[in-house]
T-cell receptor, first 114, second 116 residues
């Protein structure tokens, strides 16, 4: 079974530029999560999708961050414009049927904003 | 709101010895799940072990076991026969079975170094 795929693995941009991250969850997993992990801290949930609907985006900075999961499969997270404090690892995770609490993580994208 | 606290920023252990990582949490929910995740330098977050709050028996997975004290809201991880490959950041995490369903709340992490 293929794991959660993410791309790119690394990205360096200047502040005020835009960037997009892509995630493909494990096949058949209905729930998809984006987490932000700042260096030295635990991951923080940005947004949770159930199929193609948003379940929780309470911690997503909506003035600059957006995310979509149009067909209920893969997802894109965008930042526009980026700030220095957005430098972090962005982790995508997925989980299976309702009641399945285990989340499987992708390798993450390390973003550096200069 | 749930909180997860890991009070040990760093730990070290000699190869083949045993080490225990601490975690406490705070919640008003009665139904929840607790996890330990391992994150090596490659950044891949790997599930080590899980515990359902309604189960009194402590979970074990090979060399990894937990000491779950529900009344004290404590969830420690014991690694026996430590191996060099256990070197990583370890995160304690919580999912509630109620309104916070699906959202993992992580602790700050503990860096574990296994020395040869």
């Amino acid at each position: 079974e293929a794991g959660v795929a993410q791309s790119p693995r690394y990205k360096i941009i200047e502040k005020r530029q835009s960037v997009a991250f892509w995630c493909n969850p494990i096949s058949g997993h209905a729930t998809l999560y984006w987490y932000q992990q700042i260096l030295g801290q635990g991951p923080k949930l940005l947004i949770q999708f159930q199929n193609n609907g948003v379940v929780d985006d309470s911690q997503l900075p909506k003035d600059r961050f957006s995310a979509e999961r149009l067909k209920g499969v893969d997802s894109t997270l965008k930042i526009q414009p980026a700030k220095l404090e957005d430098s972090a690892v962005y982790l995508c995770a997925s989980s299976g049927p309702m009641g399945s609490y285990e989340q499987y993580f992708g390798p993450g994208t390390r973003l550096t904003v200069t | 709101a749930q909180t997860v606290t890991q009070s040990q920023p760093e730990m070290s252990v000699q190869e083949a010895e045993t080490v225990t990582l601490s975690c406490t949490y705070d919640t008003s929910e009665s139904n929840y799940y607790l996890f330990w995740y391992k994150q090596p330098p490659s950044r891949q977050m790997i599930l080590v072990i899980r515990q359902e709050a309604y189960k009194q028996q402590n979970a074990t997975e090979n060399r990894f076991s937990v000491n779950f004290q529900k009344a004290a809201k404590s969830f420690s991880l014991k690694i026996s026969d430590s191996q060099l490959g256990d070197t990583a950041m370890y995160f304690c995490a919580f999912i509630g079975g109620g309104t916070s369903y699906g959202k993992l709340t992580f602790g700050q992490g503990t860096i574990l170094t296994v020395h040869p």
